[in-house]
């Protein structure tokens, strides 16, 4: 076998053989020792260095019993690559470890189970593949420097809180096969700002969007047909989108039905706005403090709804509460809700007077001596 070696009586370079004691140099002509001519090159020529590689996490590093990953001891490693064979992600199998940066789960998982990521706040990128079915509770709850999450279709279920928290989160895509977006799986992602809900979903519950403060948009994937599609949103939770206070663009889709208590309070960029024909029943407060909103139509025969729990919604429970700008409303039944629209109400009074009529709805006095809104009750005053 040939090896190199430099001869140690004129410097130059040559092949040897180890198969040979001595040899000579083709370039002094002179005898050289073998063994001797390759520890020369050696001494000569020090091995290139090597850049430094950082080892993967080893196997060692991971509890796995009967598939699922129960915990891991990596408290120094930043970059996490779960060993194949591994099909669930258990439950706070790494919560807290505010070491790690990425995460790699391999083809095969199923599962990530519940809080299995939360408050790890270093966390930055995660790749979850194909496969993928469930993502628990809290599974990513308080990973602050999460920026992307790139979520695969064959999630049928996603729990409460899965992203609570995620401050840093820019951008996420909701898993085409999802049918519910439960309690506060968004809620406090303070940098999301455009989301698309997929056409199966049919419900988003309380909270689900509460206090993403730089969303500007929603936008749902029912309405893309045009007609009224047969699936789709039909049930927006309570406080579902509070103090969302950059949104601005909403288009709510024909398939909804119930709007809930405080569900768009204080999305104070909201402009115009409206409520499709199907929508049966807004409860308390929905669209109060959306300081400006300036028009709202009804299309349909919608009721609204006062409440009567002063604890839960204050004195003044009117669905357009706070609403000073509001002066522009359009709703068949407008004299029955008067209530709801406060700052509309109170623009007409003067022309309600004018007229003869009840200063705060608008409807017509009965009685001879004491003069009695028929519509609303109220004993005239003026």
Known sequence: MNKQGKCYKCGGFIAVSEAEDAVICPFCGKAIVVEKAIRSYTAETPPEPQKPQKPPVNDAFFVVVTGVLISCSGFTETDIRIPDGVEAIGDAAFQGMNNIRTVHLPAGVKAIGSSAFSG????????????????????????????????????????????????????????????SLPWRIFEGCTSLRSVTIPKPVTTIEDSAFAECTALEEVKFACQEAGDVPATGVRRIG???????????????????????????????????????????????????????????????????????????????????????????????????????FTAYMKALEPMHMKNGKCRHCGGSFEGWSVKICSVCNTPKDY
């Open 120 to 179: 790890c706040r270093h966390l930055e990128s995660i790749s979850i593949p194909e496969g993928v079915e469930t993502v628990d509770r809290d599974a990513f709850n308080g990973c602050i420097h999460l920026k992307s999450v790139r979520f695969p279709d064959s999630i049928t279920r996603m729990e409460a809180g899965a992203l609570t928290g995620c401050t840093a989160l820019e951008s996420v895509n909701i898993p085409a096969r999802i049918e």
């Open 238 to 340: 309570m406080n579902a989108f509070q103090n969302c206070k950059k949104l601005s663009r909403l288009e709510l889709p024909e398939t909804l039905e119930y709007i809930g208590n405080q569900a768009f309070r204080g999305c104070e960029s909201l402009r115009r706005l409206t409520i499709p024909a199907n929508v049966k029943a807004i409860y308390p407060l929905a669209f109060a403090d959306c300081a400006h909103l300036e028009s709202v139509t009804l299309a349909g025969d919608t009721e609204l709804y006062k409440g009567s729990n002063p604890y839960k919604y204050g004195e003044n429970a009117a669905t357009f509460h706070n609403c000073p700008r509001l002066h522009e409303v359009s709703f068949t039944n407008l004299q029955k809700h008067f209530w709801a």
